[in-house]
T-cell receptor, first 112, second 116 residues
Framework: KQEVTQIPAALSVPEGENLVLNCSFTDSAIYNLQWFRQDPGKGLTSLLLIQSSQREQTSGRLNASLDKSSGRSTLYIAASQPGDSATYLCAVLYSSASKIIFGSGTRLSIRP | NAGVTQTPKFQVLKTGQSMTLQCAQDMNHNSMYWYRQDPGMGLRLIYYSASEGTTDKGEVPNGYNVSRLNKREFSLRLESAAPSQTSVYFC???????????????FGPGTRLTVT
C-alpha cells in the first residue's frame, strides 16, 4: 500500500532555532512531492514542489530535500519565527497513480 | 484572480438531508479534486476530475457524487448525509501535463460540515 508518514505529529521549538520536518513514503517510484502549510481553520498553501528528478528546492528560509532511494523528504526551516507556527503536510504523487497521497501533518509551534 | 473558491464555508445538516458543495477555479486548470480532512488522518481524496467531462473515484467515494459542470466548476453532492461525513471538505485544482498532475495543487479555503 502506498503511504505517506510524517513524524512527529507535533513539534514545539523556541524562536530562532533551525528545524527539520520529516516525511517518509513507502514506494520510491514517485512523480513528485509537495510540501504544504495549513493555518488553523484555513486551506492549504503550497510551499515547495520537488520533481522526482530533483534533490532539493529552496524558497526563502525553506529548503526541501528529496531522497527517493530511502523514501524520505525533509523540510528545513531556518531561523524559525512565531509566524511559522502552522501544520505542515507533505503530499506524494506516485508514478502509478494520478492522485496525490497526503501525510497526516506535523503541527509546528514556535515559542517567542 | 480569486484562485479556488468554495461555498458554503460552514454547514450543519441533519442525518438524511442532502446538499451540494460548490467549487470554482479561475486559473484555467484542467484537473480538479475533492478531499476531506479529518483529525489525525491527513487529507483523503474523494473524487477527482482529470479534465472537463471526466470524473473518477478517489480513496473514499462512498456516499458522495460529483459533477464537473464545466472547466471552472466541480461540485460535490451528499445525497443522504451521515454523521460519519462530518469533516472539512477541500476543493483543489491543478494543471495536467501528459495525463498526470505535475504542477502544484491550489486549494480552496474549505467547507466545514457537521452532520447531526
Amino acid at each position: 500500500k502506498q503511504e505517506v508518514t510524517q513524524i512527529p505529529a507535533a513539534l514545539s521549538v523556541p524562536e530562532g532555532e533551525n528545524l527539520v520536518l520529516n516525511c517518509s513514503f513507502t514506494d520510491s517510484a514517485i512523480y513528485n512531492l509537495q510540501w504544504f502549510r495549513q493555518d488553523p481553520g484555513k486551506g492549504l498553501t503550497s510551499l515547495l514542489l520537488i520533481q522526482s528528478s530533483q534533490r532539493e528546492q529552496t524558497s526563502g528560509r525553506l529548503n526541501a530535500s528529496l531522497d527517493k532511494s530511502s523514501g524520505r523528504s525533509t523540510l528545513y526551516i531556518a531561523a524559525s519565527q512565531p509566524g511559522d507556527s502552522a501544520t505542515y503536510l507533505c503530499a506524494v504523487l506516485y508514478s502509478s497513480a494520478s492522485k496525490i497521497i497526503f501525510g497526516s501533518g506535523t503541527r509546528l509551534s514556535i515559542r517567542p | 484572480n480569486a484562485g479556488v473558491t468554495q461555498t458554503p464555508k460552514f454547514q450543519v445538516l441533519k442525518t438524511g438531508q442532502s446538499m451540494t458543495l460548490q467549487c470554482a477555479q479561475d486559473m484555467n486548470h484542467n484537473s480538479m479534486y475533492w478531499y476531506r480532512q479529518d483529525p489525525g488522518m491527513g487529507l483523503r481524496l474523494i473524487y477527482y476530475s482529470a479534465s472537463e467531462g471526466t470524473t473518477d473515484k478517489g480513496e473514499v467515494p462512498n456516499g458522495y457524487n460529483v459533477s464537473r459542470l464545466n472547466k471552472r466548476e466541480f461540485s460535490l453532492r451528499l445525497e443522504s448525509a451521515a454523521p460519519s461525513q462530518t469533516s472539512v471538505y477541500f476543493c483543489a485544482s491543478s494543471e495536467l501535463a501528459g495525463g498526470r498532475a505535475l504542477d502544484e495543487q491550489y486549494f480552496g479555503p474549505g467547507t466545514r460540515l457537521t452532520v447531526t
